[in-house]
T-cell receptor, first 114, second 116 residues
Framework: DSGVTQTPKHLITATGQRVTLRCSPRSGDLSVYWYQQSLDQGLQFLIQ???????AKGNILERFSAQQFPDLHSELNLSSLELGDSALYFC?????????????FGPGTRLTVL | QKEVEQDPGPLSVPEGAIVSLNCTYS??????FMWYRQYSRKGPELLMY????GNKEDGRFTAQVDKSSKYISLFIRDSQPSDSATYLC????????????????FGQGTILTVHP
């Protein structure tokens, strides 16, 4: 158990809908990362927050948004869902959020868009 | 072309074999090199990391980085059935004041099966 929690574990929804994925980092970690894992693209970085502020952005679609709250938990919002958004979404956390700072991954949320 | 290319496998070896996993990359800014292990239906967990070129050993695992060739390897000695998992290489760059902080770029992953 990495200490990072993600809810829900599974999510099944329809195209065009909006969902929110939630992540609680390990105690003491200030940085949260979101990654998307799919069979064709592999594990891809979406976005990083550090202590409530956006730190880095990757291949995140405009339909996706995220935020980190004062209690350091984070939410990833996915809207106007498409079939291609079906994937595993991982949250990771680290203490400092610098170039090498071990990232601990949560168990992931499996999103299925029908 | 992807920034990080990883031999896709899958790889199937007998117990006790030496396993070699490899990745190549194109971004010269990468300075931190990691190997993650991911069991089925779990999140990735860090196995080893290396800064810049060189070797690092931890028990049955050895990580090698050759920055001149932009090539990294993970060797597993005396492989065990419990090593059966997907192995992902990952890299990050240190860019002061830039937008690369913390971002990991992963290879596609190699599925390894060690059979008794």
């Amino acid at each position: 158990d990495s200490g990072v929690t993600q809810t829900p574990k599974h999510l099944i929804t329809a195209t065009g809908q909006r969902v929110t994925l939630r992540c609680s980092p390990r105690s003491g970690d200030l940085s949260v990362y979101w990654y998307q894992q799919s069979l064709d693209q592999g594990l891809q970085f979406l976005i990083q927050y550090y202590n409530g502020e956006e730190r880095a952005k990757g291949n995140i679609l405009e339909r996706f948004s995220a935020q980190q709250f004062p209690d350091l938990h984070s939410e990833l919002n996915l809207s106007s869902l498409e079939l291609g958004d079906s994937a595993l979404y991982f949250c990771a956390s680290s203490q400092r959020g610098t170039a090498f700072n071990e990232q601990f991954f949560g168990p992931g949320t499996r999103l299925t868009v029908l | 072309q992807k920034e990080v290319e990883q031999d896709p496998g899958p790889l199937s070896v007998p117990e006790g074999a030496i396993v070699s996993l490899n990745c190549t990359y194109s971004n010269s800014a990468f300075q931190y090199f990691m190997w993650y292990r991911q069991y089925s239906r779990k999140g990735p967990e860090l196995l080893m990391y290396t800064y810049s070129s060189g070797n690092k050993e931890d028990g049955r695992f050895t990580a090698q980085v050759d920055k001149s060739s932009k090539y990294i390897s993970l060797f597993i000695r005396d492989s065990q059935p419990s090593d059966s998992a997907t192995y992902l290489c990952a890299m990050s760059a240190s860019v002061a004041g830039g937008t690369s902080y913390g971002k990991l770029t992963f290879g596609q992953g190699t599925i390894l099966t060690v059979h008794p």
